[in-house]
Nanobody, 125 residues
Framework: QVQLVESGGGLVQAGGSLRLSCAASGRTFSSYAMGWFRQAPGKEREFVAAINWSGGSTYYTASVRGRFTISRDNTKNTVYLQMNSLKSEDTAVYYC??????????????????WGQGTQVTVSS
């Protein structure tokens, strides 16, 4: 079992920044992949970013590449999503996800077994 708790969402103006955090507990955090997904109103949940077990490899969806950075601190059992140059289209509920079946990056929701409760990010234009 893995428990995930997100924090750091909020309201920000376009062009601003936010940092999301996701604290994990349960299974050994440093042994599996982590990801961030988001879901905007009326849309399906979509992949945002993923990181491998060590933090040495990352992957992003094209729309956030160059603006968002995923990282992890295995000593704190926490994964982060630094979001810069935010746009109105980034408005969504953001979810972190744990994929304990995998060491390496996964970009598909079905590969993740545990999900946080979500945190709202609203970007005003």
């Amino acid at each position: 079992q893995v428990q995930l708790v997100e924090s750091g969402g909020g309201l920000v103006q376009a062009g601003g920044s936010l940092r999301l955090s996701c604290a994990a507990s349960g299974r050994t955090f440093s042994s599996y992949a982590m990801g961030w997904f988001r879901q905007a109103p009326g849309k399906e949940r979509e992949f945002v970013a993923a990181i491998n077990w060590s933090g040495g490899s990352t992957y992003y969806t094209a729309s956030v590449r160059g603006r968002f950075t995923i990282s992890r601190d295995n000593t704190k059992n926490t994964v982060y999503l630094q979001m810069n140059s935010l746009k109105s289209e980034d408005t969504a509920v953001y979810y972190c996800a744990a994929g304990p079946r995998y060491y390496n990056i996964r970009s598909t929701a079905r590969d993740y077994d545990y999900w946080g409760q979500g945190t709202q990010v609203t970007v005003s234009s």
